[in-house]
């Protein structure tokens, strides 16, 4: 087998303990960026950042890939493009996909357990899943921006949201704050009276972003020239041509 190009990596702090199962020398990664999880809350900021991202790594003469730990995300991916580059992404909704190893098998598990919410040890770190510290989260960030009549009414909007969930379903590659985390799932379960479900993730499709190889079946591949599209059916994405600018 070839030996991987070598890659600039964006990645979304949710993943950052699950990266570090599989990038184990990984030398070919030249450079590596994290973003925030919270761009996830807006979009077009989260396309904007990213862009310019991508825009600096062209300068770039010794990296032949750029590789978004991303999906689709809220289409805050869509628009994207290099002017040099290959952009790589896995064909994914939003990171529910990457963590159980494929669209395929979100979807599966969607469909058996259409109440589940689910936790990883990246999402329950920023504290942005249902439970009592979300709460306190919230009543802390919106404090900043809201009066507090405001505040309290979008706490329990968030709260009716959770109305529609019965499972708290927790999924772990095996990182190192795994087990503390699904105990942490497992409080909030309890406290929003639902079920628990710990489920083992699947590094696979992560593996092989690092690593390749990027098959068109399991990844969207952007040339220059393209832009990232979103595609209504099972593909997820497609590569567009390049808007021009106004």
């Known amino acids: ?26 030398t070919h990664i030249v450079e590596q960026r994290v973003f925030e ?12 950042i990213l862009q310019q991202a991508i ?3 062209d300068g770039r003469d010794d990296i032949e890939a750029i590789v978004l730990l991303y999906g689709l995300c809220g289409c805050g991916t869509v628009g ?14 939003d990171c529910r996909a990457v963590f159980l190893g494929s669209k395929e098998e979100f979807a599966r598990r969607q469909e058996a357990c259409p109440g589940c919410y689910y936790y990883t040890p990246g999402w329950n770190l920023a504290r942005r899943v249902p439970g009592p510290d979300r709460v306190a989260f919230l009543k802390e ?10 505040v309290e009414f979008l706490i329990e909007s968030e709260r009716e949201m959770w109305a529609n969930y019965d499972t708290a379903a927790f999924i772990d590659m095996g990182t190192p704050v795994g087990p503390r985390e699904a105990a942490y799932t497992r409080d ?11 489920i083992r993730g699947d590094a696979t499709l992560l593996h092989d972003l690092i690593w390749g190889p990027w098959d068109d079946e399991r990844y969207q ?18 590569a567009d041509p390049v808007k021009p600018q106004p």
């Open 37 to 48: 999880i919270a761009l996830h809350d807006r979009p077009e900021v989260m396309r904007g």
């Open 188 to 198: 909030c379960a309890q406290q929003l009276g639902w079920n628990f479900e710990f």
């Open 221 to 238: 591949v952007i040339l220059p020239g393209q832009q990232l599209g979103h595609s209504p059916d099972d593909a997820i994405m497609r």
């Open 80 to 93: 994207l493009h290099s002017q040099r580059h290959r952009l790589v992404i896995p064909r994914a909704h």
């Open 141 to 150: 960030s919106l404090a900043e921006r809201f009066d507090p009549e405001d």
């Open 1 to 26: 087998m070839n030996p991987p190009p070598p890659i600039a990596l964006m990645i979304c702090d949710v993943f950052e303990k699950e990266l570090a199962l599989v990038t184990a020398g990984a």
């Open 55 to 57: 825009t600096e790594l």
